[in-house]
């Protein structure tokens, strides 16, 4: 019974976080708050809470309580920051925008990654985005998923970076773990233009792969970053 209990308090935490209820760098109310309010013991209140950091949408801290993170510490997640001495003094502040909104069609041909042969059924739905560090255009990336269980209403997303949590949240699809492959290429005259830099310019190719909670569905990202300005933290 506890097992199921602290189970359900970390569902509706995390659906508080994921709607907003709960914004970066807000408390949570305390163990003896939350044990009072759903009439549960403080064991299974710090089990609910214990999964809630395990799966990054909370750090606890000694004295303070537990802090919702500003950005979950999903696996693959990606954090610019300014390389020393950049004049622009980049900001930390980071969004995205679409190039791209999202769209189901095939799957590109070709593509960077071996597909199983229900993706390809599936056929995928495709996002592209332009990635900012305050006002700077720092990447592009193209996001391709199987189309199969995704709920129509992905296609009124309206951040990019919501993405992860939309899955979570309305297609119960957890980010699971990501493999990655790095190389470089050349800017083409598309990608100069929106980075703002030179054609021909190197930049940082990533190729990645994200597994999830549902076997055999996989999420395809192909980032593009311009690191002169900015180093990667994984």
Sequence with gaps: MSSHRYQQL???????????LYKGGD???SENELSQLHQITRVTVRQALTELVKDGFITRIKGKGSIVNQHRK????LVFEPRPGHPSGLSP????????RPASGPWPDPFEFALAESELEAGCVWVE?????????????????PHA???????????????FNFLSLHASLEIESMEQLACTSRADETQAFLLNMEAGAPLLHLRRRFATSRPGWHLYSLLWVHTAHVALRL
């Design 10 to 20: 970390y569902s509706q935490l995390k659906h508080d976080i994921q709607r907003g």
């Design 27 to 29: 408390l949570l109310p």
């Design 74 to 77: 999903a696996p693959g997640l």
């Design 93 to 100: 502040r980071q969004h995205a925008i679409f190039l791209k």
């Design 129 to 145: 985005a332009i990635r900012f560090a305050g006002d700077e255009p720092v990447a592009i990336e193209q996001m391709f998923m």
């Design 149 to 163: 269980g995704l709920p129509e209403q992905l296609k009124q997303l309206p951040d990019p970076g919501q993405l």
